[in-house]
C-alpha cells in the first residue's frame, strides 16, 4: 500500500506548475507544465500527420531562401543577434534551472500518476453478452444484430473486430437469455414470453 495522501499531494505540486512568459510591458501568458507537455505531444502529431509534399515545399522554401543572397544576409544577422542574447551568461543559467526544474516536474507528476493509477481499485471489464442483454432490456421490441452491435458501440463497448456482427450472432445463440424472434431480430426470452 502506498502513502496516498503523500503522491497525490506530489502529484498536484508537479502538474499544478505554471511557467510565466512576459511579452511586451503589458501582457503575461501563464501557462501550466501539463498544458506545456500536451501542447507539445499535440504539436508532434501535427507535425507527423502534415502531407509530404507540404514539407517538401517548406524544405524547398528554406533551401531558396538560403540561396538568395539578400535572405541569406537577413537570417545570419537575425542569428547573430539572437546568439548573442542567447550568450547572455545569466539567460543561459535561467534557461537551465527552468529546463531542469520543467522535466523534473514532467518525471514527477508522470511516476506520481502511475502510481495513483496503480493504487485505485480498477472497475471490471464488462462482457460483450451483458452490454447486450441491457440494451434488449431498455428496449421494448426485437433488434437486429446491426442495431445491438451499433447500440453497444455507443454505450462504451470497445471492439477491433472487423466481424463483430457475426461474434455477436454467436454469442446471442449459445446464450440462454436471447431468443431469436424472427430471422435476423433479437430479444430477451423473458420479454418475449410476456409480449407473447
Known sequence: MIDLDRVLRKHARASSIKLAVSVGSTFT??????VLKELM????KGIQ???APVKIAFLVAIAAALIHPRSRAKIIEVGKI????LNDPRFKAILSSLTIQ???AFDTADKTSKEIEASLPRSPKRRAINFARQICAVEKRPLTLAEIASRMKKAGYVTRSKTFTAYL???LRG?????????????LKLRARSAA
Not at 501568458?29 to 501539463?34: A, F, K, T, Y
Not at 539572437?82 to 542574447?85: E, F, G, Q, R, S
Open 29 to 34: 501568458l501563464v501557462i501550466s507544465v501539463n
Open 41 to 44: 505531444k499535440l504539436a508532434a
Open 49 to 51: 500527420k502534415i502531407p
Open 82 to 85: 539572437l546568439w548573442t542574447k
Open 102 to 104: 520543467t522535466f523534473e
Open 169 to 171: 450472432r454467436r454469442l
Open 175 to 187: 446464450s440462454t437469455n436471447f431468443i431469436e424472434t424472427s430471422p435476423g431480430y433479437w430479444n
